[in-house]
């Protein structure tokens, strides 16, 4: 069964970065399209950013030109650098599959808190 473990999370100023990782065990990960998805106090989870298995990215328009996918299907990763970070990218952050159906297991979640 495949796991996802993220990482990487943590307290950041305003207009601050991080980068966070995204682990999976598992032979499906080179050919599946990855996100990362976050979900904020009170909301419902949203996809921010995806990446395809041949590396084509789309992004949330809220993240748009700040957030920025990468993956190293050698090592099962799929990263998510953040930077200019906003009050309202304080979330629990998650990758998974991008796909509307067929999710993995979620993981645990990396926090993210963005805070003066």
């Known amino acids: 069964q495949v796991q996802l473990v993220e990482s990487g999370g943590g307290l950041v100023q305003p207009g601050g970065s991080l980068r966070l990782s995204c682990a999976a065990s598992g032979s499906i990960f080179s050919i599946v399209a990855m996100g990362w998805y976050r979900q904020a106090p009170g909301k419902q989870r949203e996809l921010v950013a995806r990446?395809?298995?041949?590396?084509?990215?789309n992004y949330a328009d809220s993240v748009k030109g700040r957030l920025t996918i990468s993956r190293d299907n050698a090592k099962n990763t799929v990263y998510l650098q953040m930077n200019s970070l906003k009050l309202e990218d304080t979330a629990v952050y998650y990758c998974?599959?991008?796909?509307?159906?067929?999710?993995?297991?979620w993981g645990q979640g990396t926090l993210v808190t963005v805070s003066s």
């Open positions: 990446i395809s298995s041949s590396g084509s990215t």
């Open positions: 998974n599959r991008a796909a509307p159906s067929g999710l993995l297991p």
